[in-house]
């Protein structure tokens, strides 16, 4: 009895050692990743600080500490400033309003027309369509030469000219995109999205302050063209270097150049002028008539 016990023992222990060994064992359950918390200095430090007003300021106002406060963004407007100390004293040229981000336009004088010539230049606008604009593929940034074409009618014949008005002047707006002041790139007077090709209608130049009134001339006296320059003259770059004059204006490249000449023609003699017939020479003293003769006597 005792040694059948201790069989049953046996077996069960086997038995349970056997239910435990083919057991499939439990997966073992993933633990989740606690979600770090960002603290705030961390955050502002992967922002970009830009300088907002705090209150209305009228025109000409001069910025005082209590104006202004950083605020951090993503990503800052460009011609923003990351710096307040910076604008101390300085005055706003136009309204603005709280909240609003301070940037160049409203710190500097003038539209961004006037911030792209240097002193000496005036920005002039022409009319031009695709034709007078080389296609419609002239840019802002660009530098052009302005040719004047001028057909005059005098009497039975017709007189057909054409020279060199301005060379070598810089395109800062052509329809409606304008070059801005720092970098010479094209852009958009509009939101910038891609919209319909429009056919530009004027073209701004920068011209030489003592050429206005020539392109003023030339506008009213036939019509133009622009003549694009090669990029491999880098006049741009010279420009910025201030190293780069506007050609001289003298007859060698500026001489008008009429069709005859083009065509090799002669231009034709101009009549000869109708001799006069030689009139009487009156003889000197006063006529005495006597009857049928008359004499000349001393006064």
């Known amino acids: ?18 239910l435990s060994i083919g057991r499939p064992e439990a997966p073992a359950v993933a633990s989740e990743p606690v979600p770090a918390v ?36 993503q990503t800052a ?29 409203v710190l500097e004088p003038g539209g961004p027309l006037a911030r792209t010539i240097r002193p000496d230049e005036r920005a002039m606008a022409i009319a031009v369509d695709d034709v007078v604009g080389g296609g ?14 001028v057909a005059d009618q005098q009497g ?13 002047v810089r395109v800062l707006t052509y329809g409606e995109q304008i070059a801005v002041a720092g970098d010479g790139q094209a852009r958009h007077a509009d939101d910038g999205k891609d919209k319909e090709r429009k056919v530009a209608r004027t073209a701004v130049l920068a011209v030489p302050a003592n050429a206005t009134a020539r392109l003023m001339l030339a506008s009213q006296a036939g019509s133009l063209r622009l003549a694009v320059r090669s990029k491999d003259e880098k006049l741009y770059e010279k420009e910025q270097q201030g190293s780069y004059l506007h050609t001289v204006l003298n ?19 101009a009549p000869a002028a109708p ?23 001393a006064p």
């Open 156 to 168: 039975i014949r017709r007189d057909i000219r054409a020279q060199l008005v301005l060379p070598g």
């Open 251 to 269: 007859p060698a490249n500026t001489g008008a150049v009429t069709l005859d000449q083009l065509l090799g023609r002669r231009p034709p003699a």
């Open 1 to 18: 009895m005792a040694f059948a016990g201790l069989l049953l023992l046996g077996a069960v222990v086997v038995g349970y050692l056997g």
């Open 136 to 149: 419609g593929f002239v840019l802002p940034g660009d530098y052009v030469d302005v040719v004047l074409y």
């Open 275 to 297: 001799r006069s017939q030689a009139r009487p020479r009156a003889a000197a003293g006063v006529a005495v008539y006597r009857g049928g003769t008359v004499a000349h006597e």
């Open 38 to 73: 960002v603290p705030t200095d961390v955050d502002k430090l992967q922002r970009t600080p830009v300088v907002v007003v705090t209150r209305d300021l009228p025109a000409l106002a001069v910025l005082g500490k209590d104006d202004l406060r950083l605020e951090y963004l």
């Open 77 to 105: 407007p460009v011609g923003s400033y990351t710096k307040a100390e910076a604008l101390l004293g300085q005055r706003v040229w136009v309204p603005v309003s709280a909240g609003s981000i301070l940037s160049g336009a």
